[in-house]
């Protein structure tokens, strides 16, 4: 391919991202023939470890965690040998120096300045040192080759999201920048712009007049596992709804961009975090309901309470669901109300999108007819079983008139034979490219901390008294329930 060389160093590389994600994506990529033909990956972190070492880890990750095994060994070697590992701490001027001399001697052997993707994969208390470290060594100043990519979580809160901004802007150019969150590489949060502006059917019905309101759910199966203690510091506030769910809001709500390109789509989504209801410290307890699961119901029996789990406290008032009502005030949404749903140890690892219709202007049917009547809606399905379903009024089969609903729909499954690719290795190939268009720019990150600011600094400043709330494998809180029965509405439940 006539793809540049590419040097990705990944900061950061003993752990589990690296391991568990980013490796399988770029060893999927390199299966597809995606990655260019001189590339090579430089793992750095402190643990100290050779390359056969590090490449023994990785294998060991694809193993587990990558869409496609290593069939073939060569093929896994012709790999491997592109990835080296360098044991020191980064922000040291001696470690810094060797990783300089890696990349000087990988253009030497190139025969031209390689592209660099500086990957950090690292806490946020790591972050500044890095850049700075980074920014001195003159390895990253290539406006058009050198990029960065930030892992979440990105600051947490409003103000440590702009001073890491204000940071890394004062030391590179927003270009350089990737900001990622991983939903925007997954086949259907992407497909959520195609299936809104490819098409002529649906777009004239987008809006207040025909739209009652919309739901986004976001629910896991898994508990927090091993990553208690990170996670506990964060919250679902934090770790789902800043990043993942308002993204996938503003895909649903943004006015169509004048062309695909990275600043038009970004700009059209902002827009929507702009013109979201900003939530007034009084009012949280009404528009927001928080979570924390208990111990499991008898479906689940055994599984372990949150205050149980390793690495959280045994009085831990960290959110593990969060449900919000949001407002977006412009021409288009007024009045329409956005449900958002996420949490942990809930009955199924499903996403969604709802968006349920408004009935139709005049009832004519006799009134024995539309007994079990529904609205009309349209369930976006992100993950599992990715597709789309219409829920329609149909006559149901027999001599009285009786309307039914049915659901009409495609399955990516039955559509498409390919597999899709994983989030990772689009987003990756992106980088790689150069393309920033699924990632995040400065400004979008802070809007989305400036929405549920308030709620944050409400939740911290009043501890729950109810927690735990839920069972492991419920739906989530009681109150979850309430928050949106308070229009009239209730959750459309996955099935
Ligand atoms: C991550 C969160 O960003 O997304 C995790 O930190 C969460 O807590 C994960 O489990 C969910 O991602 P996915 O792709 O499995 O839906």
Redesign the pocket.
């Known amino acids: 391919s006539r793809m540049e060389p590419t040097v990705m160093v990944v900061f950061g590389a003993a752990g589990d991202l690296t391991w568990r994600k980013l490796v399988p994506a770029l060893y999927n990529l390199y299966l597809d023939g995606r990655l260019p033909e001189r590339f090579a990956i430089v793992g750095v972190a402190r643990q100290e470890m050779d390359d056969a070492g590090f490449r023994r880890k990785l294998r060991e990750g694809v193993d587990l965690h990558s869409r496609r095994s290593v069939t073939d060994e060569s093929t896994w070697s012709g790999f491997a040998d592109r990835l080296s590992y360098l044991a020191g701490d980064f922000t040291t001027a001696e470690t810094g120096a060797l990783l300089s001399r890696r990349l000087e001697g990988l253009d030497r052997e190139w025969n031209g300045r390689a592209v660099r993707v500086f990957y950090f994969a690292i806490p946020p208390g790591l972050m500044e040192a890095a850049a700075r470290q980074l920014e001195s060594l003159g390895v990253c100043r290539d406006c058009s080759r050198d990029r960065l990519v930030v892992e979440?979580?990105f600051g947490r809160d409003l103000a440590s999201a702009r001073q890491l901004n204000g940071l890394l802007t004062s030391l590179f150019a927003e270009t350089q920048i990737y900001r990622i969150?991983?939903?925007l590489g997954?086949e259907t949060v992407q497909n959520i712009l195609a299936f809104r502006f490819a098409n002529s059917l649906f777009e004239p019905v987008w809006n207040r007049r025909y739209i009652d309101h919309v739901q986004i759910t976001?629910a896991?199966a898994?508990g927090?596992g091993k990553?208690g203690g990170?996670?506990d510091t964060?919250g679902a506030l934090r770790?789902?709804v800043q990043?993942?769910l308002l993204q996938i809001l503003c895909l649903i709500a943004m006015e169509p961009p004048v062309s695909f390109s990275a600043d038009e789509v970004r700009n059209k989504k902002v827009d929507v975090l702009r013109a979201i209801r900003p939530i007034r410290p009084e009012e949280v307890h009404r528009v927001a309901v928080r979570g924390q699961y208990g111990r499991g119901m008898v479906a689940c029996e055994g599984v372990t309470g949150y205050r149980e789990e390793q690495g959280v406290p045994p009085d831990s008032v960290t959110e593990t669901f969060a449900a919000l009502k949001l407002w977006i005030d412009n021409w288009r949404w007024q009045g329409v109300p956005f449900y958002l749903r996420t949490g942990?140890r809930l009955r199924a690892?499903v996403?969604e999108v709802a968006i349920l219709f408004r009935p139709a202007p005049h009832q004519l049917f006799p009134s024995a007819a539309v007994e079990s009547w529904q609205p009309n809606r349209l369930v976006l399905r992100?993950?599992p079983e990715e597709g789309i379903a219409s829920r329609i009024q149909v006559k149901q089969p027999g001599t009285r008139l009786l309307l039914g609903a049915v659901d009409m729909g495609f399955r990516y499954h039955d559509a498409f034979h390919a597999a899709s690719p994983e989030?990772y290795e689009t987003l990756l190939l992106d980088v790689i490219c150069g393309d920033a268009t699924l990632f995040m720019r400065a400004d979008q990150v802070e809007s989305a901390w400036g929405v549920i600011s308030p709620i944050l600094d409400t939740w911290e400043s009043v501890p729950p008294a109810d927690f735990p709330n839920y069972q492991a494998g419920g739906w989530g809180p009681e109150t979850a329930d309430l928050l949106i029965a308070k229009e009239g509405h209730s959750w459309v439940q996955p099935d």
Do not use: C, F, L, T
Request: hydrophobic fraction near 25%.
């Open positions: 979440k979580p969150d991983h939903y997954k976001v896991e898994v927090v990553r990170y996670y964060s770790d789902m990043n993942h942990k690892k996403s992100i993950q989030a």
